[in-house]
């Protein structure tokens, strides 16, 4: 149990593109999400934590408009990053808080974005 | 604040032998406590925590970790290390209060078992 999926496993566009990630717990409802992002050789940075059905709330230093979280089910949540630019390439991750074990995140595989 | 500490970037052990992977932590009050590994190009795998309880938490694959709170630490064990274990391993805390949400991660430690 405790299975989260995100697609695509990788991606790569042009800048100026926009890029939609999804994260999906399969086996179980998800309150919370939470989007990380990775980059080489260094720890997990929290960029939002997402609620279903309400906004997004954003770390400091993290562009709303530019990275858009849609949680529209308590399966599913998204992540848009528009107008993307070579320095948004990265490895984003996602996790999901299960409702009935309130203390443990679980996490997807990764999507690993290149902007060329 | 919550804070967490992995004071070693890269651990090498001899397959067969225990190994340990450290963790400190600072938080205002109470600490919820996560070990977390890493595979490349792949998301995080949950191995164990510590919410309360015993302070010896035992997780996935032969993995267990101590709490220890006077020395504010949480470090990673296994008594015979094997090669598969090779791979980044993060240590994560929360506070444990109402409505914090927020995991904090450590640096990650690369753990390397030698044939």
């Known amino acids: 149990g405790a299975v989260v999926s995100q697609h695509p496993s990788r991606v790569i566009c042009k800048s100026g593109t926009s890029v939609k990630i999804e994260c999906r717990s399969l086996?179980?409802?998800?309150?919370?999400m939470f989007w990380y992002r990775q980059f080489p050789k260094k720890s997990l940075m929290l960029m939002a934590t997402?609620?279903?059905?309400?906004?997004?709330?954003?770390e400091q230093g993290v562009e709303k408009d530019k990275f858009l979280i849609n949680h529209a089910s308590l399966t599913l949540s998204t992540l848009t990053v528009t107008s993307a630019h070579p320095e948004d390439s990265s490895f984003y991750i996602c996790?999901?808080?299960?409702?009935?074990?309130?203390?443990?995140?679980?996490f997807g595989p990764g999507t690993r974005l290149t902007v060329l | 604040a919550q804070s967490v500490a992995q004071p070693e970037d890269q651990v090498n052990v001899a397959e067969g032998n225990p190994l340990t992977v450290k963790c400190t932590y600072s938080?205002?009050?109470?600490?919820?406590l996560f070990w977390y590994v890493q595979y490349p190009n792949r998301g995080l795998q949950f191995l164990l925590k510590?919410?309360?309880?015993?302070?010896l938490v035992k997780g996935s694959y032969g993995f267990e970790a101590e709490f220890n709170k006077s020395q504010t630490s949480f470090h990673l064990k296994k008594p015979s290390a094997l090669v598969s274990d090779s791979a980044l391993y993060f240590c994560?805390?929360?506070?444990?209060?109402?409505?914090?949400?927020?995991?904090?991660f450590g640096t990650g430690t690369r753990l390397t078992i030698i044939p």
């Open positions: 086996d179980f409802q998800a309150t919370t």
């Open positions: 510590y919410i309360t309880g015993d302070n």
């Open positions: 938080v205002s009050g109470n600490p919820y």
């Open positions: 997402s609620n279903e059905g309400s906004k997004a709330t954003y």
């Open positions: 994560a805390v929360r506070e444990a209060n109402f409505g914090n949400e927020k995991l904090t």
């Open positions: 996790s999901a808080r299960r409702l009935a074990v309130t203390d443990t995140q679980y």
